[in-house]
């Protein structure tokens, strides 16, 4: 069973930068597409970021193009989320997630993280 942690939230001001981290544990997520996405408060989580098996392939919901890039590590078996220029509307928990398939923001998810707080100030 495959479980996911995320990290390195936390607070930061308008323009700053964070980078997230998730990792895996319990089995290997190397052939499993991976993606970030984020809940604000009262609002529906929303898709992110996505990045296939290899890495060679992104997607980026249009709200964060130019601003997030996403990457993984393979031989870490950990996914990172890099966010520049960050906003206050950023603010929400971000959530890692896992499916063999593939990814994108039209896939149901397989494994999820418990999620990690971002929060951006004005």
């Known amino acids: 069973q495959v479980q996911l942690v995320e990290s390195g939230g936390g607070l930061v001001q308008a323009g700053g930068s964070l980078r997230l981290s998730c990792a895996a544990s319990?089995?290997?997520?190397?052939?499993?597409?991976m993606a970030w996405f984020r809940q604000a408060p009262g609002k529906e989580r929303e898709f992110v970021s996505g990045i296939n098996w290899s890495g060679d392939s992104t997607y980026y919901a249009d709200s964060v193009k130019g601003g997030f890039t996403i990457s993984r590590d393979n031989a870490k078996n950990t996914l990172f989320l890099q966010m520049n220029s960050l906003k206050p509307e950023d603010t929400a928990v971000y959530y890692c997630a896992a499916e063999r398939r593939g990814t994108g923001p039209k896939y149901e998810y397989t494994y999820w993280g418990q999620g990690t707080q971002v929060t951006v100030s004005s």
């Open positions: 319990g089995g290997t997520v190397r052939n499993y597409g």
